[in-house]
């Protein structure tokens, strides 16, 4: 796919995208690549699809003006828009690498013991979300859609409900959401959850999360959500009651559990192709080993890339008979580089994995192999195939898309999952492991290499059957869809 961003003159849209970066990044020999991470790698198909304009920051350069309109043109065909609101860097590093990687980030998938108190980053988190909000409400037309993407935004739709009332709001968390005593830690608790609730419809992955957002709206707010009684069925991440509206100022806001799927029109293309194919079976081939495991995600605490290894390691302590046989292929895209905290993780990681590997590989064998670095998606799918099993094993994940895309992507295979990811709750087909217990993940590695053919075959299709038919079309035509009726 070719991408190219052309200077273009400022358009009123009908649809408008809000996150806060863009899907691309420049490259040294001045091309684009998409960005790899799951809420760009997501939102990047759906505006391909919808046209519009997408709304994100951008860094100031040299130039004076601090908003930048393009066109994206996609294998020569314009697409969609694309408006940048720019920082100047110091502005981009308190609000990224500062407020929402240090205070947003833990807080939300409940770490609390890592979230940073940095005087002052409120208030360029407050600023950016301010700057949106005028960008947004000069270039919508009249009763245009917003849909606003994740935590970096969360102010914003109360500051454009004020700017322009008449727009259709959504929003989408693509992360988890804490119960009230965690979401509570934070002292602009208050701002933050009545900035999401100038919103008509808020979305998130799993009932939990939502329900957990409207208890914290009802503890420090005052709102009043109107609770059902949840099936929980014994599941951790399932509610005892959840919650489809809230009233709160007089307003009342729709939630929606809605879990994001993955994006079929790439996958497929690249699993049919012939070269993934020879790929696939050449790399399989050349790491000699009875079964492979995969793991692909960015390199993040949330993930739990030490505890993975623990697992591994767990695995041939007390099934000693996979020594040789099994191999982990680990992916770990970098991700929030030059914050301390991620280098600190990278560092611990290749410490784990070269520690393991020093102790048990022999001179043909390598109990994993680590990857520090992106890789082509051409080259990702060709590792779904490759793989008999996909670990995913995040102490925390709010979906979690590798795990439907290796189920999309195949015709039989087994994964190994997280109770704690959002996909636990749309894949039952899995085999579901508590990742804080290298014992339990182990134990659920050694059933996936143990099934017998007919469950494995079972499990898979379930997982196949969900992910082809709620992948990434039905998610957003289900969330527009749903704005449209309010
Ligand atoms: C958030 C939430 C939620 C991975 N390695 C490579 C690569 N990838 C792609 C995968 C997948 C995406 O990155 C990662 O998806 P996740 O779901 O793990 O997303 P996060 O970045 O953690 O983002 C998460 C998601 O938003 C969507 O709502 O599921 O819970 O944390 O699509 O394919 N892509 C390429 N090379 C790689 O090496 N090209």
Same mark, same amino acid.
């Given at each position: ?30 091309? /684009? ?50 408006? $940048? ?7 981009? @590093? ?9 205070? !947003? /980030? ?53 500051? #454009? =409900?004020?700017?322009?009332?008449? #727009? ?28 999401? !609730? ?11 999360? +939502? ?10 707010? *005052? ?60 790399? @399989? +081939? ?21 505890? =993975? ?7 041939? $302590? ?19 580089? *030059? ?6 993780? @990278?560092? #611990? ?11 048990? *590989?022999?001179?043909? /064998? ?6 520090? &670095?992106?890789?082509?998606?051409? $080259? #990702? ?22 795990? &439907?895309?290796?189920? !999309? ?19 039952? *087909? ?8 290298? +014992? ?6 050694? @059933? ?39």
């Amino acid at each position: 796919m070719a991408v190219d961003l052309v200077q273009a003159e400022r358009h009123p849209s009908e649809f408008i995208i809000a996150s806060h970066r863009g899907p691309y990044a420049r490259h040294e020999d001045g091309g /684009w690549t998409r960005r790899v991470n799951g809420v760009f790698g997501a939102m990047e198909p759906v505006m391909r699809n919808t046209g519009g304009t997408w709304v994100c920051w951008g860094l100031q350069g040299e130039e004076e003006a601090t908003e930048r309109h393009r066109l994206v043109v996609v294998d020569e065909e314009p697409r969609f828009r694309m408006h $940048e609101v720019l920082l100047k860097p110091q502005e981009a @590093k308190e609000f990224y690498e500062g407020f929402t990687t240090e205070a !947003l /980030w833990p807080i939300l998938f409940c770490f609390p013991s890592r979230l940073q108190f940095t005087p002052g980053l409120w208030d360029t988190y407050r600023m950016v979300n301010e700057r949106f909000a005028q960008a947004i409400a000069r270039m919508a037309a009249p009763r245009a859609t917003v849909w606003i993407q994740d935590f970096h935004l969360m102010l914003l739709p109360a500051l #454009l =409900r004020r700017l322009r009332p008449d #727009l259709k709001l959504g929003f989408f968390l693509h992360t988890a959401f804490p119960p009230p005593d965690v979401f509570g830690i934070l002292p602009w608790r208050d701002a933050l959850l009545d900035g999401v !609730l100038g919103c008509d419809l808020v979305g998130f992955h799993i009932p939990l999360y +939502a329900t957990n957002f409207a208890r914290c709206c009802a503890r420090y707010l *005052g709102a009043v959500p109107h609770w059902e009684k949840g099936d929980c069925g014994g599941h951790a991440l399932a509610p005892s009651l959840t919650c489809d509206r809230l009233t709160h100022g007089g307003r009342t806001v729709r939630l929606l559990a809605l879990g994001i799927g993955a994006s079929r029109e790439d996958l497929d293309r690249l699993a049919a192709d012939e070269a993934t194919r020879a790929y696939a079976a050449d790399l @399989k +081939a050349r790491m000699g080993v009875e079964h492979l495991l995969l793991s692909a995600e960015r390199l993040d605490y949330v993930k739990g890339p030490v505890e =993975r290894v623990r697992a591994i390691e767990a695995l041939f $302590e007390y099934h000693p008979e996979w020594i040789d046989r099994v191999t982990l292929l680990q992916v770990a895209v970098p991700s929030r580089e *030059g914050v301390p905290e991620f280098e600190r993780l @990278k560092d #611990l990681t290749h410490q784990a994995v070269g520690e393991l590997n020093s102790r048990l *590989g022999t001179p043909t /064998w390598r109990p994993i192999v680590n990857l520090g &670095k992106t890789l082509p998606l051409q $080259e #990702l799918v060709g590792l779904y195939l490759a793989a008999d099993i996909c670990l995913v094993t995040p102490l925390r994940d709010g979906m979690n898309l590798v795990a &439907k895309e290796y189920a !999309l992507c195949r015709e039989d295979g087994a994964v190994v999952l997280s109770e704690f990811a959002g996909a636990a709750f749309d894949l039952p *087909g899995a085999i579901q492991v508590n990742p804080f217990s290298p +014992a339990h993940v182990a134990e659920g590695i050694h @059933k996936a290499l143990t099934l017998r053919a007919r469950e494995r075959r079972q499990r898979f299709r379930s997982m196949r059957r969900t992910s082809r038919t709620r992948d990434l079309t039905w998610w957003r035509t289900t969330f527009l869809r749903e704005l449209a009726r309010i």
